[in-house]
């Protein structure tokens, strides 16, 4: 498989970072939208419109409070990294999905833990009232 960024005049690291970076964020996609998804059966709610400013508010909390828990859980017993350098990259978000890609491509089980924190954020039951999941804190310290 060819590496794909556009632009081939860019080196190797920054080429596998975009490889990095774009696998992650179709890895998160499909963990969010999932949930969202499941979040809507559990309630009894139609399934997602993609032409919906709710529903797309919706899936961008999931994005950030996966990539939260991720965060969380994925920095135990790991070396703190460094800030991302990016002036582009202020918002925690970008700031949250850069964190992983330097940690999918420095740890050797990354997959593996993402795996795991992808059953665990998808095992979590939604409320019936069809509102926000757990808190983050609620979820990692195994209250709410």
Known sequence: MPFR????????????????RERLEEAIDFVCLEALVNARK???LPAPAA???TDRAEYAGHVLGFL???DAH?????????PAGAPAE???????LGAQV????SLPDYWQRFELMRARYLAEPAPASGGERRSVLARLFGRG
């Open 5 to 20: 960024h556009p632009d081939r005049s860019h080196d190797l690291r920054t080429r596998i970072d975009y490889e990095v």
């Open 90 to 96: 202020r918002d925690e978000q970008a700031r949250l």
């Open 102 to 105: 330097e940690r999918a491509k």
């Open 42 to 44: 559990a309630g009894g």
């Open 68 to 70: 939260l828990v991720l």
């Open 51 to 53: 032409d919906s400013d």
């Open 74 to 82: 994925l920095t135990a017993g790991v070396d703190p990294l460094p």
